[in-house]
């Protein structure tokens, strides 16, 4: 049960946007400009499916169960992964995972900052460039990293309410590929309401 009084049937964050739209519109346009990649950011080295696994890695590392499974849902989306097998392999052990080097590199470096800030090392940093990461995917890393465990600790702080049904993030997936991120109805199916 939530902590305070959210609007009914919304899970997740999707409850404490709808409490605050104020506050709302600023986290959604952050999240879009660091999940999707976009004509304003030619510089990003990052595609979409691999903003999202950061994301994903960042949430689980946080125990944040809403967020690791919508944004694990959107990487999987994104990636082709239909049986969200490289999300589990990233969210379990990223060394292993079928990622690239470099991506490797980078959740090293989000691992870090999950821990705190200054847990990330010249040494990181020195791996990720060796495996060809620029200062861009560097620094959208750590503000991937930084800005999600704030969205965890909003998530988890307000006890909001997270489905369990994989069909509903699933659903949204699609839907965050196609709309980006927003606080429109579209979020549920209309039987998963």
């Not at 890695?57 to 944004?71: M, P």
Request: charged share 20%; with cysteine.
């Amino acid at each position: 049960m939530p902590h305070i009084e959210l609007p009914a049937g919304l899970p997740g964050i999707r409850g404490p946007m709808a409490f605050s739209p104020e506050t709302a519109r600023p986290l959604n346009d952050l999240v879009n400009v660091l999940l999707r990649t976009n004509a304003q950011r030619p510089e990003s080295g990052l595609t979409e499916g691999e903003r999202e696994l950061i994301a994903t890695y960042v949430s689980s590392r946080n125990d944040c169960f809403f967020c690791q499974t919508i944004h694990g849902a959107v990487a999987s989306h994104h990636l082709g992964d239909d049986d969200w097998s490289l999300v589990k392999s990233v969210k379990s052990d990223p060394e292993q995972a079928n990622i690239s080097s470099k991506l490797k590199a980078l959740l090293v470096i989000a691992g870090s900052v999950q821990q705190g800030g200054k847990y990330v090392t010249p040494e990181q940093i020195e791996v990720a460039r060796a495996e060809g990461a620029t200062d861009h995917d560097i620094h959208d890393t750590v503000l991937i990293a930084a800005a999600f465990c704030m969205y965890n600790r909003y998530v988890d702080g307000l006890a909001t309410w997270a489905p369990e049904n994989p069909d509903l993030y699933r659903y949204r997936a699609v839907k965050v590929a196609e709309y980006g991120y927003t606080h429109e109805d579209h979020y549920m199916p209309p039987k998963l309401r």
